[in-house]
């Protein structure tokens, strides 16, 4: 019942999210590239996927 309340939030969440998205006059992204991970394997080049990211969002025009 509980796992059943989050997923209602994070639904509506979403959706308000989608609906005033298009009225907001400035948007910002904050994206992060982390490689240096203690309990993983290095990431190849986690700036490229970054920028990658980011000129996607432009193109989108997120």
Excluded: H, W
């Excluded at 796992?3 to 209602?8: D, I, K």
């Amino acid at each position: 019942m509980i796992r059943l309340n989050y997923q209602v939030l994070a639904i509506v969440t979403f959706l308000f999210g989608c609906t005033t998205a298009p009225f907001s006059e400035t948007r910002a992204a904050f994206l992060v590239g982390n490689g240096a991970y203690e309990n993983a394997s290095k990431l190849k080049n986690p700036v490229a996927d970054v920028q990658l990211i980011a000129e996607v969002l432009e193109d989108l025009g997120v």
